[in-house]
């Protein structure tokens, strides 16, 4: 037995490039959902969405709300969220669709999901293949060599985080870098020159650094701009550009740590691991 009402949610990715990296699970709730929202702007991923759904509530235009004095988009996620948990409320199963996975850089999802299981609603997340997942295809980095530190870029620029340049750093929204109004959608050449200056704490101006843009569609070129950090500024950003920033310098063995462990009596080790 269970207390869970009827409604229901579940967030689905569409990847980034829809054909081929859509899958068969998140295929089957877009098909057979009462309803489809979704927040693609893909235009291609957004026609088929609306050609299989049996219902369709784009959420597109509520960016919208950022131009009303006094809204940003924090606003605009409350209301897709809100639009959302009125369709589950309404006691459909609601298949939310999102570009690339649900849940990274998507805090919608996460907002919906929260408020569903609150109200005793079953809502769920599956994942999609997100725009990290095509970077380690097509630029051929494994993250498991370096580690990998993964932010958004003016959260990294406005709290005082620990970079390590040791291992890959990876900004997502560069094209937004210092954008505190939360209004707008774009940066400016001097917001770029305050994260180039704040990164030149741990990495030489003239590290190398790449744009990065996955194609979405098959006729589409995927962009891996390599650009020295300097020139960061007056390089061309769009809202899709991830800002991959490769280690500048080798890892370093903590000796003392290595010391420690080759201390230890290896009959102890062994017991450890069959315990
Ligand atoms: C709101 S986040 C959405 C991320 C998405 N949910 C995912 O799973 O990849 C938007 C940011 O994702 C990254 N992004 C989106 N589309 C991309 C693409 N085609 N190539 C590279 N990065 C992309 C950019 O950093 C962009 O500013």
Known sequence: MTNEKQGKLICVGTGMRMAGQLTPIAQSYIETSDVVIAAVPNIFARKWLQGVAKEYICLLGYYSDCDVEGKNRRDTYRRMADTILAEVRAGKTVCAAFYGHPGIFACISHMAIADARAEGYHAEML???????????????????????????????IYERRIDPTSLLILWQPSLAGELSLKRFDTTAAKLQVLVDKLARDYPLDHPV??????????????????????????????????VIPAAYPLKMDQAIVDQLNAMPAMAVVLEQAA
């Not at 990290?132 to 959260?155: F, H, Y």
């Not at 589409?220 to 991830?242: F, G, H, K, V, Y």
């Open 127 to 157: 994942p999609g293949i997100s725009a990290e997942d095509c970077l380690v295809a097509d630029l051929g980095i494994d993250p498991g060599r370096t580690g990998m530190q993964s932010m958004e870029t003016t959260q990294f620029m």
């Open 210 to 243: 790449i744009l990065y843009e996955a194609a979405t569609h098959p006729l589409e070129q995927t962009r891996m701009d390599s650009i020295l950090l300097r020139d960061l500024p007056t390089a061309s950003l769009q809202q899709i550009t991830t800002l």
